[in-house]
């Protein structure tokens, strides 16, 4: 995308009032720490802000990035050619009703982290959200890729989304029928925006779920690493773990440059301070190739990969 692109781009768009950043870092406000900047770079506070910058989108075709926390993006070293745009602190918040024959209706931004929301509930004495306590994503993002884990994920709780479109500008409710959430994945496309998720939990005890917390922060201690990381590099096959088929296949340790793999779960890649993008991936290029070399299965990237990447992308 041409620079005299941008330009045009971010004056329409500051001349609604809405900052621009340019040459905006944003491989730091990934979970990985590293990777290069998005062209221009916008925080959006509300959903009429969200439909002002879809106007102006539209207008001049740039290419959208939505970061959300960046807990699942690797962004290239050579950076994003686009406007990437990511959710403020008035799209984050929690409001937990009154129980209601047992239910408990949840109102969550976009822009809130899982953990909050889990650790929220939990404290409100509101059970079946603890399993996201481990998850450092944004309700918007888990919402699009269904996240999950210990036996859990979006799709056993939400009720339905309002989202808008920065392709086409539509400002819509969604149920979660109408999202046709799966196995890290649903109908929502990367330019789609959540900006509130509805949540139907049920009345429980405080004491039990906070409880859960503690036991669910303990494992994950236990047996994930901390770190310069995004979770799950790869999804599940059917009926496997990828982090057994990568152990499996040698890959537990491997290095390429500043890029390793977890010796303490083999589906994670750590990042050196400093290191490179562009190793993350052709780490990843390399543990896809160990496991379809030794075990015939072919590995699907959980973590999402944007520009150009020096050495490939599996």
Do not use: C
Request: hydrophobic share 45%; glycine share 12%; charged share 20%.
């Amino acid at each position: 995308m041409s620079a005299a692109v941008i330009d045009s781009f971010t004056r329409d768009l500051a001349a609604t009032g809405q900052p621009v950043g340019r040459d905006v870092p944003i491989g730091p406000l990934t979970t990985y720490r590293v990777g290069g900047p998005a062209a221009a770079f916008v925080v959006v506070d509300d959903a009429e802000a969200l439909l002002r910058l879809a106007r102006v989108v539209a207008r001049h075709h740039v290419a959208v990035l939505v970061v959300g926390r960046g807990s699942n993006l690797l962004v290239a070293d050579g950076g994003f050619e686009g406007v990437a745009v990511q959710l403020g602190e008035a799209l984050s918040y929690v409001d937990i009703a009154d129980p209601d024959g047992g239910t408990v209706d949840v109102r969550a931004g976009g822009a809130t982290s899982l953990p909050v929301v889990a650790r929220r509930t939990a404290a409100a004495g509101v059970e079946g959200f603890e399993w996201a306590v481990g998850v450092p994503g944004s309700v918007g993002g888990a919402v699009r890729m269904n996240a999950g884990g210990h036996g859990s994920d979006m799709a056993s709780s939400l009720r339905s989304v309002r989202v808008v479109s920065l392709a086409s500008g539509d400002d819509v409710e969604m149920s979660a029928a109408d999202l046709r959430l799966d196995y890290r994945s649903s109908a929502l496309a990367s330019t789609d925006v959540v900006v509130e998720a509805r949540l139907e939990l049920r009345e429980g005890d405080r004491e039990v779920t906070e409880q859960h917390i503690s036991e669910i922060v303990t494992w994950r201690r236990r047996h994930q690493p901390g770190g310069p990381n995004a979770g799950s590099v790869f999804s599940n096959p059917p009926g496997d773990s990828a982090g057994r088929l990568v152990d499996i296949s040698g890959g537990r340790g491997l290095r390429v440059g500043s890029a390793e793999v977890s010796t303490k779960h083999a589906n994670f890649i750590q990042a050196d301070p400093g290191g490179s993008a562009d190793d993350v991936a052709a780490l990843m290029v390399e543990m896809a190739r160990l496991v379809r070399d030794h075990a015939g299965v072919d590995l699907h990237p959980e973590t999402v990969l944007v520009g150009e990447f020096a050495k490939g992308r599996p």
